[in-house]
C-alpha cells in the first residue's frame, strides 16, 4: 500500500465512504444501556452517533446531530437523560424515540412540525454483550456478518471498558495488531478488507481478526474486544471491551499506541510502507478490487 494512504485526508475521506460508512460498528456494551434513558455516544470514523433505550425498553439509535443547527445533542461517553434529550445550545427537545417535541420560539422556523424535525435514525444491532450500529440504509444482517462469534454473551466483566488515543492513522493501528512488531495476532494469521484472519489458539489464547478494524481475543471464557476507531487521517482511537469472567484482565494497550504511532512516524519521514509479504499483498489487492466491484454492483 502506497504511503501517502496514511497521510492523505483525501484517502481518508474515501475509506469513511466506501468502509466505515458500510460496516458494522460498535457504538457500546448494553451494561451501560441497561435502564430507560441510558444512552452512549460516541463518533465513529467521523459519524457522531447514539444509542439510547427508549420508555418502552427498546435500544434506538440516531445520529448525533441537532436537527436545528447541525450541532451535537449528546456529549461523546456515557450517561442517562430522564425521558428527554435537550441540545444545549438551543434548547430543542426530543423525546427517547428521536421525535422532537419542543423548539423554543425564538429559534424556531415558520414551517415547523414536529414530525418533520425527528433526528435522524441509524440502524442499530444487539449482538452478545455489544451495541452496533451501521449507516448504510440497508446494511449486511448482524448475524450474518459476525456469524459464529457471540461477543461475550455472558455480559460486561464489571465496568471493563476503556478509550485510548492513538496519534496514527488507524491502518497503522490494524498494522500492529496484524503483523507489525506489536503483533497481536500470531505470527502467520493474515487479514484483509472483507474477510477475517484464520482463527489461532496459542498458550490458552485464541484470536480472530475482523475488517476493517475489530481484534478479538479470547483467554479461557473472557472476550476481549478492540476496536479501532478512525477520527482524523492522523489520529485515531482503540476502544476496548472485556467481556466474560469476573476475573478478567484489563488489557494493556499502551505498547500498541507507541508501535503504531512509531509506524506513523516512520512512514510520514520516509513515505515509505514496511512490504507485506507478495501473497498477502496480491491476496489484499483482490479482494480490495472485489469489495469495490461489489459497491459498484
Not at 421525535?99 to 433526528?119: I, S
Request: hydrophobic share 45%; net charge negative; with cysteine.
Amino acid at each position: 500500500m502506497n504511503a501517502s494512504a496514511y497521510v492523505d485526508p483525501e484517502v481518508f475521506q474515501a475509506e469513511r465512504r466506501e468502509v466505515f460508512a458500510h460496516n458494522w460498528q460498535i457504538v457500546g456494551d448494553l451494561a451501560a444501556l441497561a435502564e430507560p434513558g441510558d444512552f452512549v455516544c460516541a463518533n465513529l470514523a467521523g459519524f457522531p452517533v447514539f444509542a439510547v433505550r427508549d420508555g418502552q425498553g427498546e435500544l434506538q439509535a440516531f445520529r448525533n446531530v441537532c436537527r436545528h443547527q447541525q450541532l451535537p445533542v449528546l456529549e461523546n461517553g456515557a450517561g442517562h437523560c430522564d425521558g428527554q434529550i435537550r441540545c444545549r445550545y438551543h434548547g430543542w427537545t426530543y423525546d427517547l424515540s428521536g421525535k422532537c417535541v419542543l423548539a423554543p420560539p425564538q429559534v424556531r422556523p415558520d414551517d415547523f412540525e414536529t414530525t418533520l424535525y425527528a433526528l435522524d435514525r441509524v440502524c442499530l444491532a444487539e449482538r452478545g454483550a455489544l451495541a452496533f450500529v451501521s449507516f448504510a440504509p440497508e446494511p449486511e444482517p448482524i448475524d450474518a456478518a459476525f456469524a459464529g462469534i457471540d461477543f461475550g454473551a455472558g455480559g460486561l466483566a464489571g465496568s471493563a471498558r476503556g478509550v485510548v488515543p492513538v496519534f496514527a492513522n488507524w491502518k497503522s493501528i490494524v498494522d500492529e495488531i496484524t503483523g507489525g512488531s506489536h503483533r497481536m495476532l500470531p505470527a502467520g494469521s493474515t487479514a484483509f478488507f472483507g474477510e477475517r484472519s484464520l482463527v489461532r489458539e496459542e498458550a490458552g489464547e485464541r484470536w480472530l481478526f475482523c475488517a476493517p478494524s475489530l481484534c478479538l481475543r479470547w483467554v479461557g471464557e473472557a472476550l476481549t474486544v478492540f476496536q479501532v476507531v478512525p477520527r482524523t487521517f492522523l489520529k485515531s482511537e482503540i476502544h476496548w471491551y472485556v467481556l466474560g469472567g469476573p476475573n478478567a484482565a484489563v488489557p494493556d494497550v499502551e505498547p500498541l499506541r507507541q508501535a503504531a504511532e512509531a509506524r506513523q512516524a516512520n512512514i510520514k519521514a520516509d513515505q515509505t510502507v514496511p512490504a507485506l509479504p507478495d501473497a498477502v499483498a496480491a491476496e489484499l489487492l483482490g479482494n480490495a478490487q472485489s469489495a469495490v466491484r461489489m459497491r459498484s454492483e
